[in-house]
């Protein structure tokens, strides 16, 4: 069981660790690299909360070993501001709509919709709903996160 | 929920991972895109000894389409295939049927030869395997063998692999002329796996008469179900065809089971309704090709 040397691309930083060969992402990007805001909820790929960006593409954290991530480049919800805490069009849209509650899901989205709308602009109702179906809310009821998902769509419209 | 410990294994290439698995039996386990294998693991429902990654062998990761069909690396995720315009083209039914597999997120780690190994009896894949006729390439040193849909799939999440084996790809045949597929399941939850589902492909002749109609059920036994209802509706042109009497036969050669999300009944009940909906709409599209 010997622990393995990685090193991943981190929000652009560069970032090394020595994980065993059983480290999920999640905890991997938690614990050894400290970065928390990659949330876990269930562990077995249901509830979305763990999304991160592996190459640009949304994938749940917690069904990937930190070990196969070795050599990629990996996007948290810390990684989606610009560096002077300007909060991206996607996290504005969810502040302005009020598509949060208590904020555990709010990771998740915010990844899976920065993704959603790179490939889809000006993505259709049923799109949205088709789009952010793996990710649970237990707060908002998810009429405000359909909302900020257009109202994003809108501002990266208007700021392109 | 954390997966117990194991010895990692990233091969470089296929000849490595073939050795890797062989020394490791059936202590070893393949790692594809790890949307089934990592929850079991994090469930501790199955404990490897070795765990060999094959996310790093790109040349596994092929899509090719061509006149005999559509031919899926192992590390061809379930997106790439989906998305696959020359895919769709040759066999539209993978299309359909990736769009039923779980999220989009999910569909863009899982493989579609991890899904048909997994076997699970209420998955998409294996059944759209088993309802086209396709067929398994498995390979260990030196050799492969292609196992064809009707013997892969021998049990609830079992297979015809064996330890040590690798499999490598996995060949699903193209929609000939006049012929038709169609997927229709319900599932609980969006993304979830169906309680009832079912595959139809329909070939009509040159006078538009029905020469073979098949269903695949999706949770209806241990294994993808395959019932031929071409005796049911052969010979007729397929707006005449009795769809209703073809759906009835699926309903009555088939047994699913009941558990905590469906009873025995309604599964069954809905299995009639779904095949029916699917070889209707199978036979519209042959009729209209
Ligand atoms: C929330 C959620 C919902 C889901 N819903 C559905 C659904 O509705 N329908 C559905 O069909 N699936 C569903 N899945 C499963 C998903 O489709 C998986 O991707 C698929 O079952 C397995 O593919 P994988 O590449 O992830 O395989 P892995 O998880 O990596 O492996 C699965 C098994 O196959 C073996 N294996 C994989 N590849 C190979 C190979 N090349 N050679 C030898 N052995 C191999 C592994 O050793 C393991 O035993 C869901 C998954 C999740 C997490
Ligand atoms: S913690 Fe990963 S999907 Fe729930
Ligand atoms: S805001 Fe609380 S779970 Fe979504």
């Known amino acids: ?160 | 929920m954390k997966p117990p410990p194991f010895d990692y294994h990233a091969p470089r290439s296929v000849g490595e991972a073939l050795e890797i698995l062989t020394e490791a039996g059936d202590e070893g386990k393949v790692l594809a895109g790890g949307q089934s294998l990592i929850p079991m693991l994090n469930m501790r429902l199955t404990h490897p000894r070795h765990v060999v990654d094959v996310n790093g062998l790109t040349e596994l990761a092929t899509v090719e389409a061509g006149p005999g069909g559509v031919l899926v690396g192992a590390l061809a995720r379930h997106a790439q295939v989906e998305r696959s315009e020359p895919v769709a083209a040759v066999q539209p039914l993978l299309r359909r049927a990736l769009g039923l597999v779980a999220h989009p997120v999910i569909r863009n780690r899982g493989t579609v030869v991890g899904s048909l190994v997994h076997a699970d009896p209420a998955a998409e894949l294996p059944a759209v395997l088993a309802l086209l006729g396709g067929s398994v390439r498995l390979a260990r040193p030196g050799s492969t063998r292609d196992v064809a849909a009707d013997v892969f799939f021998t049990g609830p999440l079992e297979s015809a692999l064996r330890p040590g084996e690798l499999a490598v790809s996995a060949l699903f045949p193209a929609l000939g002329p006049r012929s038709g597929t169609a997927f229709h399941e319900v599932a609980r939850r969006h993304g979830d796996y169906a309680i009832s589902g079912a595959a139809a492909l329909v070939v009509l002749d040159e006078d538009l008469r029905v020469v073979t109609a098949r269903v695949a059920c999706v949770s209806a036994g241990p294994v993808p179900v395959v019932v031929d209802v071409t005796g049911v509706c052969g010979g007729d042109r397929w707006e005449a065809a009795d769809w209703r009497g073809a759906a009835a036969a699926v309903w009555d050669e088939t047994e699913p089971e009941g558990d905590i999300h469906a009873s025995a009944d309604y599964r069954r009940h809905l299995l009639g309704v779904l095949a029916e909906r699917a070889l209707t709409e199978a036979a519209q599209e042959a009729g209209n090709r």
Do not use: K
Not at chain 1, 12 to 21: F, L, Q, S
Not at chain 1, 54 to 80: I, Y
Not at chain 1, 110 to 134: F, H, K
């Open chain 1, 1 to 160: 069981m010997r622990d393995i040397a990685i090193t991943l691309t981190v929000n652009g930083i560069v970032r090394r660790a020595t994980v065993p060969g059983r480290r999920l992402l999640s905890d991997c990007l938690r614990h050894d690299l400290g970065l928390t805001g990659t949330h876990v909820g269930c562990e077995h790929g249901v509830c979305g909360c763990c999304t991160v960006l592996l190459d640009g593409q949304p994938v749940r954290s917690c069904l990937m070993f930190a070990a196969t991530a070795d050599g990629h480049e990996v996007t948290t919800v810390e990684g989606l501001a610009e560096p002077d805490g300007t909060l991206s069009p996607v996290q504005r849209a969810f502040a302005e709509c009020h598509g949060l509650q208590c904020g555990f899901c709010t990771p998740g989205f915010l990844c899976t919709v920065t993704a959603l709308l790179r490939d889809n602009p000006a993505p259709g109702e049923e799109e949205v709903v088709e789009g952010i179906s793996g990710n649970l809310c237990r707060c908002t009821g998810y009429q405000n996160i359909v909302r900020a998902v257009h109202r994003a769509a809108e501002i990266l419209a208007e700021e392109r």
